[in-house]
């Protein structure tokens, strides 16, 4: 069992910067590959971020590439999510997932069904 926790979310105005943070425990963090992933209001789940084990692969959404930063400190057993030039597209409940079965320590998977274990999610709104 994975249990994660997310903090960080609320409210902030348009072009702003908030920082979210994904603590985990229970299982080894560097054999977890880590995403983030959001929800807006009458809409699918959406893959934001994800980041290998090792930390070394990333990727990103096309909608947040060049504004949102994934990092993860293995030693804190944390997953970070810096977002920065936040518009009201941004605007939803935002998942800390974690991937168990990812094939090595350089893969990350894109879509949610891989991610088997999720956070409780953190509301982001952004006023404009």
């Known amino acids: 069992q994975v249990q994660l926790v997310e903090s960080g979310g609320g409210l902030v105005q348009a072009g702003g910067s908030l920082r979210l943070s994904c603590a985990a425990s229970?299982?080894?963090?560097?054999?977890?590959?880590m995403g983030w992933f959001r929800q807006a209001l009458g809409k699918e789940r959406e893959f934001v971020a994800g980041?290998?084990?090792?930390?070394?692969?990333?990727n990103y959404s096309d909608s947040v590439k060049g504004r949102f930063t994934i990092s993860r400190d293995n030693g804190k057993n944390t997953v970070y999510l810096q977002m920065n030039s936040l518009n009201s597209e941004d605007t939803a409940v935002y998942y800390c997932?974690?991937?168990?079965?990812?094939?090595?320590?350089?893969?990350?998977?894109?879509?949610?069904?891989?991610?088997?274990?999720w956070g409780q999610g953190t509301q982001i709104t952004v006023s404009s």
């Open positions: 997932a974690a991937d168990t079965g990812t094939p090595g320590n350089y893969a990350v998977r894109l879509a949610a069904k891989s991610y088997n274990y």
């Open positions: 229970g299982r080894t963090f560097s054999a977890l590959a």
């Open positions: 980041i290998s084990r090792n930390g070394v692969n990333i």
